[in-house]
């Protein structure tokens, strides 16, 4: 007869039980061993990982500065040029260059008019003038950036289209402008069906046509306007000419002031130093009258005496 302990059989439940020891040991929950009992295990199971960070959104891209509207091309920004005059800033180089790349990137507009506008201050007939000049002047820059001469127009129509009040300085500025206006562009018209069973659209017919708006000439110079823009300017050139007149006057003041002080600053000056020339004088005087009694004296004394 085999003997229990040292069989087969007292081998496993051995092992099982040293398993089970091991594994409570290391903590942990209810383990069950196929053919035994179960063990209890105890301990802190380990913390789940923290969940991921949040992925950060991205910013929404900004506006576009330059953009295509119906029949318009469309910018907030203006194009700034040299006072009075039609040569175009170069801080305005970027958002031309940027009007340029729209132009190019739009092949089915076919000819823009640019106009040049201007608020009711000043002449009239110079800011007509002047705001053809600042049309052309916009136009040539297109042309030498590699815009096609024959897709563009420029006209000025100096006072005659206001979009905003004249009577206020905002008003005025907002007057003062270039604008792009398209005035012969190809459309695309498509006739869509649904299909029944996919529910997918179907181009069944698709036309193209050009649309060409009528270029606005200038609008003869309104008398009224032209009298009331008058009365500004003189109303403007009296108050110009006030303010410089007590600039002038306020100038001559504060140079009289600035002489007196640096009269009475250079007197003190030159007292002062009369002052240290004569106390300079006096002490020089002195030493000079010690020193010629000292050598009288000496010259007085016996040769080879040692008496003082």
Same mark, same amino acid.
């Given at each position: 007869m085999q003997d229990f302990r040292t069989g087969p059989r007292f081998i496993t439940v051995t092992a099982l039980l040293m398993s089970a020891l091991t594994l409570s040991a290391c903590g942990g929950g209810t383990t069950v061993f196929q053919g035994a009992g179960a063990i209890s295990i105890t301990g802190t199971p380990p913390a789940p990982p923290p969940p991921p960070p949040p992925k950060a959104e991205e910013p929404p891209p900004p506006p576009p500065r330059v953009e295509v509207r119906d029949n318009k091309i469309e910018? !907030? &920004? !203006?194009?700034?040029f040299e006072n009075n005059k039609s040569v175009i800033l170069p801080q305005s180089f970027s958002l031309l260059d940027d009007i340029v790349k729209v132009i190019k990137?739009? &092949?089915h507009i076919k000819k823009i008019a640019i106009e040049g506008h +201007?608020? +009711?201050?000043g002449d009239a007939k110079r800011n007509l003038t002047l705001s053809d000049e600042r049309a052309k002047a916009v136009m040539k820059y297109c042309v030498d950036h590699g815009i096609d001469a024959k897709r563009l127009t420029a006209k000025g129509f100096g006072i005659t289209k206001p979009i905003a009040d004249n009577a206020t300085e905002e008003g005025r500025e907002k007057n003062r402008r270039v604008e792009f206006n398209i005035i012969e562009q190809d459309v695309t018209k498509k006739k869509v069906e649904i299909d029944v069973k996919t529910g997918k659209e179907k181009v069944v017919e698709e036309k193209k046509t050009t649309l060409v708006e009528k270029q606005p000439e200038p609008a003869p110079l309104d008398p009224a306007a032209a009298k009331k +823009? &008058? +009365?500004e300017k003189k109303k403007a050139d009296a108050k110009a000419a006030a303010e410089k007149l007590l600039a002038d006057k306020k100038a001559e003041a504060e140079k009289k002031a600035a002489d007196k002080k640096a009269a009475e600053e250079k007197a003190a000056a030159d007292k002062k130093a009369a002052d240290e020339k004569k106390a300079a004088d006096k002490k020089a005087a002195e030493e000079k009258a010690a020193a010629d009694k000292k050598a009288a004296d000496d010259s007085k004394k016996p040769k080879g005496s040692t008496k003082p």
């Amino acid at each position: 007869m085999q003997d229990f302990r040292t069989g087969p059989r007292f081998i496993t439940v051995t092992a099982l039980l040293m398993s089970a020891l091991t594994l409570s040991a290391c903590g942990g929950g209810t383990t069950v061993f196929q053919g035994a009992g179960a063990i209890s295990i105890t301990g802190t199971p380990p913390a789940p990982p923290p969940p991921p960070p949040p992925k950060a959104e991205e910013p929404p891209p900004p506006p576009p500065r330059v953009e295509v509207r119906d029949n318009k091309i469309e910018f !907030k &920004e !203006k194009i700034q040029f040299e006072n009075n005059k039609s040569v175009i800033l170069p801080q305005s180089f970027s958002l031309l260059d940027d009007i340029v790349k729209v132009i190019k990137d739009n &092949e089915h507009i076919k000819k823009i008019a640019i106009e040049g506008h +201007a608020s +009711a201050e000043g002449d009239a007939k110079r800011n007509l003038t002047l705001s053809d000049e600042r049309a052309k002047a916009v136009m040539k820059y297109c042309v030498d950036h590699g815009i096609d001469a024959k897709r563009l127009t420029a006209k000025g129509f100096g006072i005659t289209k206001p979009i905003a009040d004249n009577a206020t300085e905002e008003g005025r500025e907002k007057n003062r402008r270039v604008e792009f206006n398209i005035i012969e562009q190809d459309v695309t018209k498509k006739k869509v069906e649904i299909d029944v069973k996919t529910g997918k659209e179907k181009v069944v017919e698709e036309k193209k046509t050009t649309l060409v708006e009528k270029q606005p000439e200038p609008a003869p110079l309104d008398p009224a306007a032209a009298k009331k +823009a &008058e +009365a500004e300017k003189k109303k403007a050139d009296a108050k110009a000419a006030a303010e410089k007149l007590l600039a002038d006057k306020k100038a001559e003041a504060e140079k009289k002031a600035a002489d007196k002080k640096a009269a009475e600053e250079k007197a003190a000056a030159d007292k002062k130093a009369a002052d240290e020339k004569k106390a300079a004088d006096k002490k020089a005087a002195e030493e000079k009258a010690a020193a010629d009694k000292k050598a009288a004296d000496d010259s007085k004394k016996p040769k080879g005496s040692t008496k003082p």
